[in-house]
């Protein structure tokens, strides 16, 4: 046991002496105290910038008269670590990272230590000015979710009611539809009576009016209610010639009351076309419209011809 603590002191011994070798080399403020914390040597930066001299009491140079030498233990045993870090705070009003290092004589006695010091001052400001920031940040990001949180639950509330509302309105507009379309129906059956040809065909087309209505209040309403900004038409097969005679059939009073006329050109054979049929009926309902808007005299004709592999309309 003896030995190994020769060994440990013989260690701490060499240690110290190359510490001591390399004092004059560090262009840093470091100072060497006795055991009784007299200052027994300092180098130039130390001394420029803490006034420190030789001979004078490190605690009350640079520490301050009133700060009791227990209140940071800088000398160690032999037995304990002989290096230490300590925080303190100058005479000077700034904080200090203190590199202590307790020097051991070949008895193993701490006599003498040597002192590093690193102004942290500006780090610790740095550092607090980091820490503000960071709680100010997440204060603002607690208050940026709470106020996503309760746009969330205002956009929620607003579906509820665009849901309410949608299925009131498909209920409320498709009740009456309805009812059109089952007194056409009714019509049709000639149950009080035979019709002619013409009231025949004006019922059919009240009848065909009512359900276009109604697939198109559908489209429509299933477009708004799943928030949908595209609208996606269902193709089939259809004949041009009959969709554009319905819609002639359809506004062809409303042509006869502006004193102009109506009339259909479509270039006979045509294939079938692959096309949604509300869609194309309301296209050109829309073409004839302003047609009839911009129309003072003469007349409108709504046709249809083949334009190599695809059908053409035209009003």
């Known amino acids: 046991m003896d030995n190994k603590k020769a060994e440990i002191h013989e260690q701490h011994y ?20 006795d055991e009784n914390y007299n200052i027994l040597y300092q180098n130039v930066e130390s001394q420029n910038q803490f006034g420190i001299h030789i001979g004078e009491n490190f605690y009350e140079t640079f520490l301050g008269k009133n700060t009791p030498t227990s209140k940071h233990v800088i000398f160690k045993s032999s037995e304990e670590e002989t290096i230490q ?54 204060q603002e990001m607690e208050y940026v979710e709470k106020v996503i949180k309760e746009k969330q639950c205002t956009i929620i509330e607003l579906m509820k009611k665009k849901e309410e509302l949608f299925s009131t309105m498909s209920h409320e507009i498709r009740t009456p539809l309805n009812s059109v379309i089952s007194f056409a129906e009714l019509l049709l059956l000639e149950i009080d009576g035979p019709l002619s040809k013409g009231q025949k065909k004006t019922i059919e087309m009240i009848r065909e009016s009512g359900n276009d209505a109604v697939q198109l209040f559908e489209q429509y309403f299933m477009q708004g209610r799943e928030s949908i900004s595209k609208f996606y038409p269902k193709p089939n097969h259809l004949d041009v010639s009959e969709v ?10 409303k042509t006869l009351k502006k004193g102009i006329s109506l009339k259909t050109c479509v270039q006979k054979n045509l294939p079938l076309i692959r096309c949604d049929r509300i869609t194309l009926k309301q296209i050109l309902r829309n073409l004839v419209n302003n047609a009839i808007k911009y129309t003072f005299k003469g007349e409108i004709i709504i046709g249809a011809k083949k334009n190599g592999s695809n059908i053409k309309d035209r009003v």
């Open 244 to 253: 554009i005679s319905y819609v002639a059939s359809q506004l062809q009073v």
């Open 14 to 33: 060499q240690f110290s002496n190359a510490l001591l070798e390399g004092i004059n080399k560090i262009k840093i403020e470091i100072c060497l105290i």
């Open 85 to 138: 870090n300590i925080e303190v705070r100058a005479v000077n009003n700034r904080e200090y990272h203190l590199l202590c290092s307790s020097i051991i004589d070949k008895s193993g006695v701490c006599r003498k230590a040597i002192i590093l010091f690193i102004d942290i001052t500006d780090t610790k400001i740095v550092q607090d000015a980091l820490d503000t920031a960071y709680i100010n940040y997440s």
